[in-house]
């Protein structure tokens, strides 16, 4: 097994070096002078002295040198400061971050609770009026845009029925303890933004204990007389599970992405509405560190599930 | 002597292509995709919308793009068959327009992709080795940045219109594209015929193009027309956030845009529904056919 971890924390090496890269890359490519941006306007300067901070900065050095350099303060954990703000992008992104876990855990949590079950009941009432019933849901579960979908959530919920609030993560002010109040919040976003997740959970789910029920050690559990109840419980479900494990751990970048749009819709204040406000601000390095620190978050995302998975499943640990 | 040995062949060519026309609606593809009820349903829808595409002109009274100043937000009437949005300009008259745009940057932009795809897909698979390595560990880092994060922020550099965001799909979305195909090319490769191909001396490109790739093209259709769905929706979400097609163009997502006020959302339904319909009803059909073209192309194929 830590032979299994190592292998995959050896190939997960040359992505994250991709990754910072490809961050790097796109930095460099990014509209605007670095030096002009940090240059006060109102202050006339010399042409030479442009050269001379370009130089003392090592923004003439090559692009490896840049590079190498830029990587070991990004490992420092200095990713430069904010045009607009003035403030290290770092700390503007440890302060989203918490809000945007809780909104995608949630999430998640939501799709997981909801869309397993139904998926399993869809598949052991396989071609009934409610397999096709829930087949359709998912269908549009992942065809209606999750903007839409908001929009309606607030319409009915929040300006018609006034049950829930139409934005924000907490009340300005309010008699209700903090975590209710945050609850009451999350309900809506967290919904909208699950619904994907939950429709595709559901559709796997289906197929995936469809797949176990053909199985010959399934038929060998009938054959022996096993009620349908026991059959499920002791060698269905659990094998039908495990590939959901994989579903679930490749739904985080679309997490992140769908966190974007929700997060604008319903003034969150996470990093899905930092991104979409450092890009209407121009604020460049924001926006890169954002980039770079999702995208190693939704590596070790991988990593985990390949882990997770080589433990529900054996056959993956000693395959190699 | 040629003459006589030509005759007989024409004839059979003839004969073949005499087959393939007349027997569609009977062959093995077209019996399979009847029984999926949904698809057939998403065919006619996606039919129905196509036509509103090429024919927008025609079955619409007002221009999409003209301001009118004394009919705002005018809920749907005689005149105004859906109402008019924030500048009085014809709700009808810009989803049918729009649709010109949504269904052209879903086909385009996965058109890029898909050849992006297959080419770095198909050298991965078939050459093996260091180059495998090399294209497939690109693939995961490109994969590792969110979509929508990375697309936004390239988007922001080159600017918002219609064109840069069906290129920035486009370039961005092959990976999967990618992964699919090396896994179908590792396997064809060890197949007979394509030894046969490599003894007799056939160069790797032409291998890859002539044998390799026409038993790949199923799984390809499949990956383009759920792949269409999912720009589109890409699309309508940029476009919504104003960071893809710019108004006064009509695109079903910006439209939606004017909703993002919480008085208008709640007074003038008429601004936002419509739009969110098409939006839903397009990839939905979309969607019902990509289904309903795995189970007739392959159904072993789990995507």
Known sequence: MSKYILRRLVLAIPILF?????????????????????????????????????????????????????????LKGNMGYSYVHSVPVSQRIQERLGPTLILTVTSLLISVVVGIPLGLLSALKQYSKLDYSLTFAAFAGISVPNFFLALAGIYIFALKLDVLPPFGMISLRTE????????????????????????????????????????????????????????????????????????????????????????????????GKLAIDSITDRDYPQIMSLLLITAVLVLLANLITDIVYAYADPRIRYAD | MNQQESAPREISKSLEAEQKQSHFFQSRFWRRYRRHRLALIGTFILLVLVGIAVFAPLITTHDPLKVNMRDTKEPPNEIYVLGTD??????????????????????????????IGTLLGAIAGYYGGLTDSLIMRFTDTVMSFPGLIIIITVVSFVGPSIYNTMLVIGLLGWPGTCRLVRGQVLQLREMEFIEAARSIGSPGPRIILRHILPNVVPYLIVVATLGTASAILIEAGLSFLGLGVQPPTPSWGNMLNS???????????????????????????????????????DPRMTL
């Not at chain 1, 030096?35 to 490896?64: K, S, T, W, Y």
């Open chain 2, 259 to 297: 909703a993002r006020q919480l008085t208008l959302l709640e007074q003038f339904p008429h601004l936002w529904l419509p739009p969110g319909f098409m939006i839903a009803v397009t990839v939905l059909s979309i969607n019902f056919i990509g289904d309903g073209l795995r189970d007739a192309l």
């Open chain 1, 176 to 271: 209700l303890p903090y975590t209710i109040d945050l609850l009451h919040h999350l309900l809506l976003p967290a919904t909208v933004l699950g619904f994907a997740s939950m429709a595709s959970l559901m559709r796997f789910a289906r197929t995936s204990l469809l797949e176990v029920l053909d199985q010959d050690y399934v038929t060998t559990a009938r054959a022996k007389g096993l009620q349908q109840r026991r059959i499920l419980s002791a060698h269905a479900l659990r094998n039908a599970l495990i590939p959901l494990i994989t579903v679930l751990g490749l739904r985080l970048p679309g997490l992140f992405g769908g966190s974007v749009i929700i997060e604008t819709v319903f003034s969150w204040p996470g990093i």
């Open chain 1, 18 to 74: 991709g990754i910072t890269l490809i961050d790097f890359v796109l930095i460099n490519l990014a509209p605007g002078d670095p030096i002009i941006a940090m240059i006060d306007p109102a202050a006339p300067i010399a042409p030479g002295e442009l050269e001379v901070l370009r130089e003392n900065l090592g923004l003439n050095q090559p692009f490896f040198v840049r590079y190498t350099i830029w990587l070991t303060e990004a």
């Open chain 2, 86 to 115: 924030k500048a009085g300009r014809d709700i009808w008259a810009r989803l049918a327009f729009a649709s010109r745009i949504s269904l052209s940057v879903g086909v385009v932009s996965v058109s890029i992709y898909i050849v």
